[in-house]
């Protein structure tokens, strides 16, 4: 393999410790793999694409992952690598993490995200639907189709846009559950709630959409926050802790205007 | 049936016109949507929870749809085959979305959106959808801004707009790089929401694997719980499948790796007619393959257009590095051919261009399959701050894939296929040839023609979800008995669910030697050899000749490891790629036939003398709609004539 410069890149020799599951009920454990012909130029995802080749051919059933776009937007994959959530690059999901990052020789271990309120499915592959669920709760603006006013009519000032947009590129992966100690999903509650209360648009929901989005996180078993930062640290979209802080004052407001 | 038989037997015509009925109304082009809905059956608000509404596909358009019909009232089922609706792969757009709301005074009207679409779909779609595609683009922001998208605004706080793939006007709307994804979580939003109401049940891991017609008409589908293979049935009183893009058929794409065919192929299979099935997009501003282990392909924003320079060495074989290369020896190839427009040619006339160049063996990168795109002008020019600004992120994700930093070397592009224009047919009503099966977005033929404007696919899968099929399908469901629909346990349903055990019984039972990427690896490449950027008579035999073959191979030698009664991913694949296998092969019969060059399809028989796709109106005026040919008997073409009263068509040039 050569770069444009001319340059040749040489494969590496990877070993692989990997989780493996038959499903929910049965006990997992790791499972240890070699990856010779590991190029550089990989991505994580086409690593473990061309460990299933061989797995095929001979016969055994290959790692399950979740996995879609490959260009870090769909949120799907989701891999703890070496222990951290979508592997050691800040700011990148699993699926755009190359193998460059990785030295031949090294031992990788892989294994899915851990938290109660995202039981395993198989091998790699969880079940987030509690994330689903908190949405549902209300993470909406209530807005019938064909019945809004023009889309010019409210002004909305930049910066809250901006501030909105920072909030809304969360990808829903759930890394930040798997980071955090408690398995709290704070940063993906906090980032919804903090996307819609900052836009004219989300207030007359605002405090109901707070109480019954926090009410259905805690229902689904997720941890609380103790302000680690881990999730925000783990996050590929580096969505910051603040928007756990705009909750928890969102919360107090809901309350104190309930009252 | 007339049999009007071609040079080879490969398919019939049928000379029987009215198979197709577009049902549009006649008048006025700007009074039709508005007439045809008023003449539409409705149903009581109070009955339509009698009715039950099955949508495939979480998309943009079908995330719409389901979210309005559960709003209106009726019992909705959504199925995709993502463990989130959140993540269809309308998610993926970046550059925006097209509305005309001429909110920069620069004399753009709905008029001007749908002149546009139909000549930049080479006169090749149906003017009334198109004209009402352009028509209720302006709700579709409307309505997006409501549920909170954050679309890019100015500091007085209104909406900002950019001009968008060459066009005239800034009329597009969008969220940094991510509107798709904000478009998307403003209809799953919408959708959730219904669920929280119990209007909508949405069915994650869920594969349609087949589609269930009682007396000719679509009343329910087959579905594979990804999760543990069951097997299971479902039945609705109409089916809406929304179930994106073929594009995938090529191996490599800039689709998602789960993106298949195999919702409307087996529809096309039940009877729904295939139009158009060789229109497919390429891209020209994609990161390109490194190697065997290709997965899939990037696409990077085609402004960097605005700013980088495209050439290949003069010399084919030149192995020098870049900065090695002196000016006098680079061939700056758009800019030389196209003085005008230079870089900014459309995107199939700068992918063709590409390969052209690379055929010619002065293809740069390791493969030989590359173009440079050289930004060292403009940040001589600009300097690298302002460089940054304008393209940060996309030189991040380019350095992040390629370990190259396009600040100093030139990137390395090559064209990649991302949309498929062509789809099942569809009428005025978006009802395919099957009654009761209606189909959005990508996964119909019906507003793009030929070729596709940017920032124009948001606005389809929008329109057909939020603002047409929430009209149509009460229409349809007017005609239907109320709180009858049939129970999932007649003949119909047995049959094809014995059908889908029966394939995935096969599929496990070969145990040969070859896995499922290998045939789809070699099924893509001969795709993108032969029925790709350029088209020819010789190749398309060829094509079509080595087919049936690989088909063939396939069940016989493809390796599925595991039991159906699991999370098989490998069996999952499996079926897709059965279906694209199928699909190949009618989109090279299509292409074969249209003996014409007309948006994204180039046949390179017909060009102008400088070189431009050279259409054939006095014989192709028309969509191509396959009928699929049962067992040994070869597919049917039927064809609807179009008429371009209001566009009157000329001949693209760009020199």
Redesign the interface.
Known sequence: MSGADGQVRAAMRLTLKVWRQADRKTPGRMVTYEAPNVSPDMSFLEMLDVVNEDLILGGDDPIAFDHDCREGICGSCDLMVNGYAHGPRRGTTVCQLHMREFADGDTIFIEPWRAGSFPVIKDLVVDRGALDRIVAAGGFISVPTGSPPDGNAIPVPKDDVDRAMDAAACIGCGACVAACPNASASLFTGSKLTHLASLPQGQPERDRRTMAMVAQMDAEGFGSCTNIGECSAACPKEIPMDVIAQMNADVRRASRRAR | MGLLSPSRTRWRESDDSSMLVSGAPDGPIADRWDEHKFRMRLVNPANRRRYRVIVVGAGLAGG?AA??LG?LGYNVDVFCY????????S??AQGGINAA?N?RNDGDSVYRLFYDTVKGGDFRARESNVYRLAQVSV?I????????V??????????DNRSFGGAQVSRTFY??G?TG??LL?GA???L??Q??AGTVT?H?RHDMVELVTIDGAAKGIVTRDM??GTIERWSADVVILATGGYGNVFYLS?N???SNTTAIWRAHKKGAFFANPCFTQIHPTCIPV??E????L??MSESLRNDGRIWVPKQAGD?R??DQIPEAERDYFLERKYPSFGNLVPRDVASRNAKEVCDQGRG???TGLGVYLDFSDAIQRLGADRIKERYGNLFD?YE?????DPYT?PM?IFPAIHYTMGGLWVDYDLQSTIPGLFVAGEANFSDHGANRLGASALMQGLADG??VL?STIGSYLATQPMGKTPAPDGAAFSDAEKAVRDRVDTLLAIDG?R?V??FHRELGLLLWDRCGMARNEAGLDEALERLPRLREEFWRDV????SGA??N??LEKAQRVADFLELGELMCLDALHRRESCGGHFREESQTPDGEAQRDDERFTYVGAWEHGAGPSEPVLHKEPLAFDYVHPTQRSYT
Not at chain 2, 293 to 296: G, L, P, R, V, Y
Not at chain 2, 400 to 404: D, N, Y
């Open positions: 719409a979210a309005s709003e993502q463990d989130s609706p959140r993540r269809a792969h998610i993926a709301k909110y709700d922001i409307d309505q997006c801004v409501a549920q909170g954050p679309f890019a605004r100015e500091y007085g706080g209104l909406l969220a940094r991510q994804q904000q979580l799953y939003q919408a959730q929401r669920v929280q949405v994650p999760i543990d800039t998602a790796k789960g490194s190697g282990h290709q997965s899939k990037t696409l192995a590095a870049p740069v990168g390791p994700m992040r894939i390629t370990a190259e070397v390395r939020y603002f929430p030697s896995t990427d290998s390796k599925v490891p595991g699991m999370l991913q490998g």
